[in-house]
């Protein structure tokens, strides 16, 4: 396969399971006779299939063969227990992939062996699973995880060692829509390369919004970056879009990717009623141009697309009888790119990296007694700060004696995650705990920096450290320290930094811009001359290592040189800025540093500035002395930039309705308070500032969600905001005598029989949840009758309804029909990919004589779900969506001459008796 790409473009093939659904199989034909009396629902199992019916997975094999297929995939995309505990199926999980693996091997060794000019491989199939590992699906929690890490790292070691046990030629990590679970998948793999043989690892990752992040907020560059450590032979994208609308995001990945490329959309866009009319001819077309531009290495399809399609793809990939020439891949990279949902490109053009330092109980007081006091939103407002003040890297630190440390960072690393504006940023994980920094690394999507490794324990704990470092995709800072202990002197600085390089490098297999040295950034002007030399000798090492390892880093704990001033905040600052000043220019090139100081190199007065210098370069015996004299002058003076009154009060030139607005669109709640409290002043009733300003600023969330401006954590959290606001406002709108009580509504959530996708419904519940909404939430593959006798039971406001396949909506036309047998007229909501408002307006709404409605993603729940439920907008709301579904279908009529469309009336006269 190694050899293969390197001549010709290969072609994947396409969709297993839009192959299977053209079998219509029913929940027996699932089952077999092996599992006919196992309790559950397996229809929607398609993994089970390569046990209960192989004869239907070898003929979709052939099919996609015969078709001009290079590459198979095995049927066993969710065959892992996470996924399969849906199905009560956990114990089947080796077998199921060792016999797809056996099975596909067996086909593509056929057809090599009838042409063994076109050898044929097979890529086994490693799905996301229906969790995630970045995102909480409870509101009252940010910090919950349904799924750790390690034990997704357990769940897929099983299905990769069975894969490799039956003889696949690559692993496929396939629709990535989270990088913790694919770094998961990926550290499981190297694990089992460990002890089987090597293949190629293919990565592909799904895009979920016009703006190209992942479901879990991040760009396709900061995924580059969380990727980077892996053996990657193919990364490329998949899913979520058609051709046509893929090519600029393959554009994007292609252009300085290091790796071959592959791209298997879906056969276009979901039409309204969750099929696909794109045409393999269409779809070809749109392919061809990835293949005229250079694009891609591998080319398939995706959902929607059959063995037709595929059957287009032999002819794009010739010309005049000669293989079209495939991508070349980028050259290999050479600067260390940091990410937490964003890219951070560490380069020389960059000059200093500035790392936040405030996020460390050791360096902050009162981040210390934020986390031991469990005050979690003020903790988490000082790494906002730090961002906002210019922090390009935030270092955690949570090692305290009367802490549990891993407990405390995995909770606060969890909590950090849930805001946006934060998570941007990548991540220093700062301990002396390995068991901390271990922990904290599974919490983390993001391409980080471990603080530290270094080989004061031997060089047997410093291997393991280092490629576990390694391992979880994070770059490592190396501390001067060995058996003996700290180096201090010149002499031991570079010995230690000769000796961890070549570990680094020559045994783990660490790149040189993966490794950071601290070469000890010490206390100087102690009044110890043996001191005296510290900073000079760290500048002096700085610039030996820059110029021996010229792509390696330099880093340190600046606060460290000016200890012995402690109080006086004015003289630390000022020699932090003139030790930095000396070091940048050596070669330092990043450092843990108060990205809020005021005090500059250039701001120093001249008679200071030349003691400090004197002092960090050690330039004469007395300069300690001359520093303390002048020191005393400074004693009480801030180095802080203090917050004017006409910055507080500039916020309030900004009309009350946007300040609100702008609240719930940036998720920053520091003067909701004030400006609701001025709301309540304004408005006639609290329920008008909810209905007014509030609702418009989800409005306005929405529209720019849709839009690709915002992504779903920042959607998360600015309903978490609206939470706050609402919860401000209850005890005013209870005493003037409003209805809206302690709930704005209960909700019933469900994602249909048959499918087990829920992390889009999830959402959706801390989107509600975070407005006030009790949400009782059914889970997956949940039995229509199960539905109705809870939305029944639980007298709900509303029942929402999720399905991510196309045999979804078929179950939610049951439920509907359900729902009208049982007399039950509250509103309907879908959603889900496949579920469109025209499919909505024709094949769901008249089957029930309540509220049918379809929500276009998470930030338009709320909007929705507040219109149905109240008493006087109520109807309008209806008349404007009936009236837009009469159009829709008399529009379809139009179109589609040939399709029967009766009333609503004789629709309803139609439907199925149940009860």
């Given at each position: ?38 309790p ?27 078709a ?42 056929e ?31 940010p ?17 990769v ?31 089992a ?25 991040q ?14 032979f ?48 269409q779809?070809a ?57 964003e ?237 930095l ?15 809020a ?19 960090v370069?050690?330039r ?68 008008d ?42 005890p ?18 469900a994602t ?14 801390v ?5 006030n ?52 007229r ?18 769901l ?30 109807q309008?709301?209806l ?6 579904y009469?159009?829709l ?27």
């Open positions: 396969m190694q050899n293969e790409i390197k001549n010709r473009i290969l072609i994947l093939d396409g969709a297993m399971g839009t192959m299977i659904q053209h079998y219509h199989l029913s929940e027996d034909d699932y089952r077999g006779e092996r599992f006919r009396n196992v559950g629902q397996q229809k929607g199992n398609n993994d089970l299939l390569t046990l209960t019916a192989p004869h239907i997975i070898e003929e979709i094999h052939r099919k996609y063969l015969e001009g297929a290079d590459i198979i995939e095995t049927n066993t995309f969710n065959a892992q227990r996470i996924s399969m505990a849906d199905y009560h199926m956990e114990d089947l999980c080796r077998e199921i992939n060792l016999t797809a693996a056996r099975l596909a091997r067996r086909l593509a060794d057809y090599t062996a009838r042409n063994p000019e076109k050898p044929r491989f097979v890529a086994g199939s490693i799905g996301p699973t229906n969790k995630t590992c970045s995102m909480s699906p409870d509101v009252e929690d910090a919950l995880r349904t799924l750790s890490f390690d034990e997704l790292v357990e769940a897929y070691s099983e299905q060692e069975a894969l490799l046990d039956g003889g696949v030629d690559a692993l496929l990590v396939e629709t990535i829509f989270d990088t913790l679970n694919a770094k998961a998948a990926i550290y499981a793999i190297e694990r390369f460990e002890h089987r043989q090597p293949v190629p690892l293919m990565l592909s990752v799904t895009i979920a919004d016009k703006g190209g992040r992942t479901l879990s907020g760009t396709l560059e900061a995924f580059l970056a969380s990727i980077s450590h892996a053996p990657v193919s990364v490329g994208l998949n899913c979520s879009f058609g051709a046509s609308d893929m090519l600029p995001f393959l554009r994007q990945l292609a252009a300085n990717t290091p790796y071959y490329i592959s791209a298997y959309p879906n056969a276009g866009l979901p039409n309204s009623l969750g099929g696909y009319d794109q045409t393999p001819e779809m077309e749109q392919v061809g141009e990835y293949i005229r531009e250079g694009l891609v290495n591998i080319i398939g399809g995706c959902c929607g697309t059959t063995d037709a399609y595929i059957a287009q793809y032999p002819a794009l990939v010739m010309h005049n009888g000669l293989p079209v020439p495939p991508r070349r891949p980028a050259a290999p990279y050479s600067h260390l790119t940091l990410s937490g949902l890219p951070l490109a560490v380069t020389p053009e960059r000059n200093f990296l500035n790392i936040g330092e405030r996020c460390n109980v050791a360096g902050s007081r009162r981040f210390l007694r934020l986390i031991k006091e469990k005050n979690y939103t003020e903790a988490l407002e000082i790494a906002r700060t730090q961002v906002e003040n210019g922090a390009q890297v935030l270092d955690i630190n949570i090692d305290d004696g009367l802490l549990d440390s891993r407990a405390e960072m995995v909770h606060f690393l969890r909590l950090l995650a849930s805001e946006p504006d934060i998570a941007r940023v990548p991540l220093m994980i700062d301990s002396s705990r390995w068991e901390v920094i271990e922990a904290a690394l599974g919490c983390v999507q993001g391409k980080s920096i471990v603080n530290s490794i270094s080989l004061k324990e031997g060089e047997e704990v410093f291997l393991h450290r280092a490629t576990i470092s390694r391992r979880m995709g994070a770059a490592v800072v190396v501390m001067a320290f060995d058996e003996e202990g700290q180096a201090t002197c010149f002499d031991r600085r570079i010995a230690i930094c000769q000796r961890a390089h070549r570990l680094l490098t020559q045994v783990v297999g660490f790149p040189e811009y993966d490794i950071i040295f601290d070469p000890n950034i010490l206390a100087i002007a102690t009044g110890m001359p043996e001191h005296d030399d510290y900073a000079a000798d760290f500048i002096r090492t700085t610039r030996w290592i820059r110029e021996h390892y010229p792509q390696m880093h330099i880093t340190g704990g600046v606060s460290n040189l000016s200890f012995s001033f402690r109080g006086n905040n004015y003289i630390r600052e000022a020699m932090h800025a003139v030790f000043y000396h070091a940048i220019q050596a070669g330092m090139d990043m450092g843990i540093v108060n990205p100081t005021s005090v500059t190199y250039a701001d120093i007065p001249s008679d200071l500035l030349h003691i400090i210098e004197d002092v370069l050690n004469h015996p007395h300069a300690s002395e001359a520093l303390l004299e002048a020191a005393a002058a400074y004693l009480g003076q801030s180095a802080d930039v203090p917050t004017t009154a006409s910055t507080q009060t500039d916020r309030t030139i900004i009309p009350l309705a946007e300040r609100l607005q702008q609240a719930l669109c940036t998720g920053h709640s520091a003067h909701l308070a004030d400006d609701l409290d001025e709301a309540l002043r304004e408005y006639p009733r609290a329920v500032i909810i209905e007014g300003p509030l609702m418009d600023g989800m409005n306005l969330v929405g529209e720019r969600f849709g839009a690709g401006q915002m992504f779903l954590p920042q959607v998360v959290k600015t309903a978490r905001t609206m939470k706050e606001a609402v919860a401000i406002l209850e005013h709108i209870q005493s003037e005598g409003q209805t809206s009580g302690q709930r704005a509504g209960r909700i019933l959530m249909v029989k048959g499918d087990v996708h829920d992390i889009g419904k999830n959402i959706v519940g989107v509600l949840g975070c407005n909404y009790e949400v009782i939430d059914l889970g997956v593959m949940c039995p229509t009758e199960d539905i109705i006798r809870q939305a029944q039971e639980q007298q709900v406001d509303a029942v929402g309804l999720s399905g991510l396949i196309t045999p979804s909506l078929d179950e939610m036309a049951a439920v509907a029909r359900a729902m009208q047998a049982a007399g039950l509250i509103p309907l909501l879908v959603g889900g990919a496949t579920t469109s408002r025209l499919h909505t307006a024709l094949r709404a008249p089957l029930y004589d309540g509220p049918v409605l379809w929500v276009k993603d998470a930030s338009q729940m709320v909007p929705i779900t507040a219109a149905l439920l109240h008493p006087q907008n109520r309008d709301f008349n404007r969506t009936y009236a837009e009469e159009t279908r008399q529009h379809y009529a139009q179109t589609h001459p040939n399709e029967q469309i009766v009333s609503i009336e004789q629709a309803r006269k139609n439907r199925l008796n149940l009860f």
